[in-house]
């Protein structure tokens, strides 16, 4: 039996031209966007609870915050960005808004 042959057998497998979702990318996704029994950051009275309520108040932090955010973002689960963040710091802002855009999409199915 051929490797594409096996494929196709394969119990479970997504039909013919199905998107589907790398399983580490739909973890990070429900991490971040739907984080569960993960604290929320209070800023003043609003609290901050995922990725998605940051990205809507970045505005509210400044260079200073990078690394707090860093710190929270990896206690998220996303040590990649986290890591992204804190080598560059005065781009925290855009590095956030660009992996909310990354994960967003499959917010319904994370």
Known sequence: MTPMARKKAAPGAPARGERTMPRNLAE???NLLRPSGRQPYWLGSQPIGNLEDLVNNL???TDEH???V???IEYLGDKGTADRIRAERQRFKEILRQRYEELK???GRA
């Open 28 to 30: 990070e996704a429900r």
């Open 105 to 107: 999409g499959f917010l």
């Open 70 to 72: 860093a710190d929270w």
């Open 59 to 61: 505005e509210k932090f």
């Open 66 to 68: 990078a690394f707090w």
